[in-house]
């Protein structure tokens, strides 16, 4: 049963910065190409970033690179995405989501998510 | 890149069908063999419902059943049931440096 939980989430001013992670059971990030997914209020779903399975590439969308990292701690099993810079616009729940097709975009499991909110 | 368009809303009484539709581009549908289909209910996380545009992944219904035409893919769900009612997303690949796209979402309302 592969359950993925988030957590990081929470109240943050512009400008500043937060780490998100996503911790895993019965998945191994080591084997797998995870994603980040994010959600702004009452909107649609926004593709942010993904990780291939041995750490070794990393992809960003267009509207966070050079603003948010992905990487993960092998030794933890656990998958961060790193936020800079924090904007208005970031505000959103944020999903960790498995690729089940090695960068196919086969989302097949998600977790929870965490909420940024965005305020001064 | 784009979000991918889609129908804000799709109503119909239940045990009828209706079909959401998906419009792209060459870049993204037209040009991707990876196009799938997520199920929202409020306040929860996206269920996979259908990969590489026409695939179900396993315990999904028989009635959710997709396809794709040029630059645009569909998502039919037949037989309609009141817990059909939800948020639907498509999503593709792209052939830009964003990698994947997902659409603006249907809302489907069972009457």
């Known amino acids: 049963q592969v359950q993925l939980v988030e957590s990081g989430g929470g109240v943050v001013q512009p400008g500043r910065s937060l780490r998100l992670s996503c911790g895993a059971s019965g998945l191994t990030f080591s084997t797998n190409v995870m994603h980040w997914v994010r959600q702004a209020p009452g909107k649609g779903l926004e593709w942010v970033a993904a990780?291939?399975?041995?750490?070794?590439?990393?992809y960003y969308a267009d509207s966070v690179k050079g603003r948010f990292s992905i990487s993960r701690d092998k030794s933890k099993n656990t998958l961060y995405l790193e936020i800079n810079y924090l904007r208005a616009e970031d505000m959103a729940m944020y999903y960790c989501?498995?690729?089940?097709?090695?960068?196919?975009?086969?989302?097949?499991?998600w977790g929870q998510g965490t909420l940024v909110t965005v305020s001064s | 890149q784009s979000a991918l368009t889609q129908p804000a809303s799709v109503s119909a009484s239940p045990g009828q069908s209706i079909t959401i539709s998906c419009a792209g581009s060459?870049?993204?549908?037209?040009?991707?063999?990876?196009v799938s289909w997520y199920q929202q209910h409020p306040g929860k996380a996206p269920k996979l419902m259908i990969y590489?545009?026409?695939n179900r992944p396993s315990g999904v219904s028989y009635r959710f059943s997709a396809s794709k035409s040029g630059n645009t893919a569909s998502l039919t769900i037949s037989g309609l049931l009141a817990e059909d009612e939800a948020d639907y997303y498509c999503?593709?690949?792209?052939?830009?440096?964003?990698?994947?796209?997902f659409g603006t979402g249907t809302k489907v309302t069972v009457l």
């Open positions: 060459s870049s993204d549908v037209g040009g991707s063999d990876y």
């Open positions: 990780l291939w399975y041995d750490g070794s590439r990393h």
């Open positions: 989501v498995r690729d089940g097709g090695m960068l196919r975009g086969l989302f097949d499991y």
């Open positions: 590489d545009v026409s």
């Open positions: 999503s593709s690949s792209t052939s830009g440096t964003t990698l994947f796209v």
